[in-house]
């Protein structure tokens, strides 16, 4: 098998990659974008009902638009995207890089934009019965509390700022 040159391979596929994806297919580059998850979007998935101040264009918009527009707007130009494709390694050569993935497929590129960030999301595990139903407290929050049933009441809320905050915004709806 043959392998494929592409003028750019991004690896991550979160807001960054996708916009990455963007400008390149604005220049009629071959792009190829790389995520380790099974899904784009990155983070901001995790955010739907928040509303997000550090992603450019983007201030004071809820996760959930922002990602349908970043989304939308990354596939303008169809670039090829592979999921679930973890980077293990990447080769600097002559005429550009080799980046091989954990299954050991081998990509070419000419240039690579690093947009990963952190790294993959790894959910931290709740410590409940059902914690293996739910990898993750943002989505087992609205799947599991009924926010209506604290209607008109006074709540004290308490912990991890961040998580503080979409607490607010759900019990203020």
């Given at each position: 098998m043959s392998e494929v040159e592409y003028d750019v391979i991004i690896i991550g596929a979160g807001p960054a990659g996708l916009y990455s994806s963007f400008c390149c297919g604005m220049r009629q580059l071959k792009v190829k974008i790389l995520e380790a998850r099974e899904s784009l979007g990155g983070k901001m998935l995790l955010y739907q009902?928040?509303?997000?101040?550090?992603?450019?264009?983007?201030?004071?918009?809820?996760?959930?638009?922002?990602?349908?527009?970043?989304?939308?707007?990354?596939?303008?130009?169809?670039?090829?995207?592979?999921?679930?494709?973890?980077?293990?390694?990447?080769?600097?050569?002559?005429?550009?890089?080799?980046?091989?993935?954990?299954?050991?497929?081998?990509?070419?590129?000419?240039t690579v934009i690093l947009a990963s960030s952190l790294g993959i999301i790894q959910p931290r595990k709740l410590k409940l019965d059902v914690a293996d139903d739910y990898c993750n407290l943002h989505y087992l929050v609205s799947e599991i509390i009924d926010f209506k049933d604290y209607a008109d009441q006074t709540v004290l809320l308490y912990g991890n700022p961040d998580s503080l905050a979409d607490y607010v915004s759900l019990l203020q709806k």
């Amino acid at each position: 098998m043959s392998e494929v040159e592409y003028d750019v391979i991004i690896i991550g596929a979160g807001p960054a990659g996708l916009y990455s994806s963007f400008c390149c297919g604005m220049r009629q580059l071959k792009v190829k974008i790389l995520e380790a998850r099974e899904s784009l979007g990155g983070k901001m998935l995790l955010y739907q009902e928040r509303l997000i101040w550090d992603v450019g264009g983007a201030q004071g918009k809820l996760g959930s638009d922002i990602a349908v527009n970043i989304l939308q707007e990354s596939q303008q130009f169809s670039p090829e995207v592979v999921l679930n494709q973890k980077v293990t390694a990447i080769e600097k050569q002559s005429d550009g890089f080799r980046l091989t993935t954990q299954h050991g497929t081998v990509y070419q590129a000419k240039t690579v934009i690093l947009a990963s960030s952190l790294g993959i999301i790894q959910p931290r595990k709740l410590k409940l019965d059902v914690a293996d139903d739910y990898c993750n407290l943002h989505y087992l929050v609205s799947e599991i509390i009924d926010f209506k049933d604290y209607a008109d009441q006074t709540v004290l809320l308490y912990g991890n700022p961040d998580s503080l905050a979409d607490y607010v915004s759900l019990l203020q709806k």
